[in-house]
């Protein structure tokens, strides 16, 4: 008899004091956000590599694992539009590093999946 008024009263309190769950924001702007800060990321590594005196193909080899590595397991990935992160890392590049000959078609690789 205790155990079931016990039991009665607990599920009361649970249901009484739990709070709700929403679901993930996913506005337009948070994944703009999250694009601008992978484009950064991927500009910074490739600017650093090959200010190292790295050559080209191994800073960009080493600036999309590294992106890779550390953007893989974000649930946003599956919003984000690759051609307008691509085309973002490009301006990226020539505003910051001062690189106007990288090929887009060098970021196939880039891939969250």
Do not use: H, W
């Not at 009665?8 to 702007?29: E, G, N, R």
């Amino acid at each position: 008899m205790i155990r079931r008024d016990f039991a009665i009263f607990t599920l009361i309190l649970l249901f009484l004091f739990s709070s709700p769950v929403y679901s993930l924001d996913t506005s337009s702007k948070t994944i703009e956000k999250y694009t601008k800060k992978i484009s950064s990321k991927f500009t910074r590594t490739y600017c650093n590599t090959t200010n190292f005196g790295i050559s080209y193909e191994g800073a960009l080899a080493f600036a999309i694992g590294e992106t890779n590595k550390e953007f893989k397991n974000n649930k946003l990935n599956k919003l984000i539009d690759y051609s307008l992160l691509k085309n973002s890392i490009v301006n990226d590049l020539e505003n910051n590093c001062q690189v106007y000959d990288f090929d887009i078609s060098n970021l196939e690789n880039l891939k969250f999946n």
